[in-house]
């Protein structure tokens, strides 16, 4: 069985990130902000 990958255009990600944006803003979901810090040096 043969697998193909599938491309993901940034165009798509950005027309869902706005859909998804729209959707928060109708449903009036509070917006999460992350707080995610990496440690510099990794030994």
């Known amino acids: 069985m043969e697998k193909r ?3 993901i255009l940034t ?3 950005i027309d869902k990130a706005n859909q998804i944006k729209k959707e928060i803003e ?3 979901i509070p ?4 707080k995610i810090t990496f440690k510099d040096n990794i030994d």
């Open 11 to 13: 165009k798509d990600l």
């Open 26 to 28: 109708l449903r009036e």
């Open 31 to 34: 917006k999460i902000e992350a």
């Open 5 to 7: 990958e599938k491309q």
